[in-house]
C-alpha cells in the first residue's frame, strides 16, 4: 500500500507534492504518476479522499479535486497539460514531448481528446454517474449520503440525462481515432503514438485505458465495485475498442511504467 500523508503536512514540505485519490486507479492521477515516473522526479504522495468535501484540501489549493501537482511555492496545478509541462520543465530529459512544433501541437490535441472536457474520460464518467443520478428520489433521495458524492460529482462533469445518453459514441469516437493512429504508427514499425519513443500521450493512454478495462488484479488492486464500474460494457464502446488498445497499454506498463500499480 502506498503511503500518503495528510494535507497539513503536506503544506510544510519542500520539493514536489502530488495530491491523488487514495485507493483508486483515477486515469488524470495515474496519468501524472506515469509522467513523473518516467522522469525520475521524487514526489510526496497527499491523501484526497474521493467524493468528499475534502475542505481541508480545498482550504490550500483553492480545489477540492485530484490530481494536484504542487511544486515549491508555486500555484498549484491540476490541468492534465500544465502538470505535463511541469514535469517536462523539472527534468526535461527524457523528453515527454516532440521536438517538432508541428507533432507537439497533435500531441495536446489528442491527450485533449482523451483527458479534456468532452473527451473520452469525460464520457466514460458521465456513463458511470447514469445509473445513480437517474434513479428517481422514491428510490435513491436527495439526502442520501451517495446520492450527494454522486450529485457533487454530476456537477462537476455537467451532468444531464441526455450528455449521459450521448456519451458512449462520443467515447467510441475517441477510440476510433486512437486505434488509427496506433495502426499507422505500426505500419511505420513503432509501438508508440508520436515517433519511436515514449510520450506523455502514451502515458496518459496507458491510463486511462483504465476505463475501458482495468488491469487484472494482480496487478492493480482496489474495489470490486469501482473495478465493475470503470470496465466498459457498452456495445459501441467495445466495437470501437481495437485489440491495439489494450496491447499498448499492456507494453507501456510492462517497459515504462512497472507493474504492479501501488495505489
Known sequence: MAEYIGVEEARNLPG??????????????????????????????????????????????????????????????????????????????????????????????????????????????????????????SQLPADNPLRQIMSRLGNRYGYSAEAAEAAPERAAAVLRVLSARLDAQKRDGSPYFFGHTLTALDVMWAAFCALLKPLPEEQCRFAPMLRAQYTAEDPRILEAASPRLLEHRDFVYEKHLGLPIDL
Open 16 to 137: 514536489l507534492r502530488l495530491v491523488l485519490t487514495r485507493g483508486v486507479p483515477g486515469p488524470w492521477g495515474e496519468t501524472a504518476k506515469g509522467m513523473f515516473h518516467v522522469k525520475g522526479i521524487p514526489f510526496a504522495r497527499v491523501a484526497q479522499e474521493g467524493g468528499q468535501p475534502n475542505a481541508e484540501l480545498e482550504a490550500w489549493t483553492g480545489q477540492a479535486n485530484a490530481p494536484q501537482a504542487l511544486f515549491e511555492d508555486e500555484a498549484p496545478r491540476s490541468g492534465w497539460a500544465e502538470i505535463i509541462l511541469l514535469a517536462e520543465r523539472l527534468a526535461p530529459e527524457p523528453p515527454l514531448l516532440p521536438r517538432d512544433a508541428a507533432e507537439r501541437a497533435e500531441l495536446f490535441g489528442l491527450g485533449f481528446l482523451i483527458a479534456g472536457e468532452e473527451g473520452y474520460g469525460w464520457q466514460r464518467r458521465l456513463m458511470l454517474l447514469h445509473p445513480m443520478l437517474s434513479l428517481p428520489e
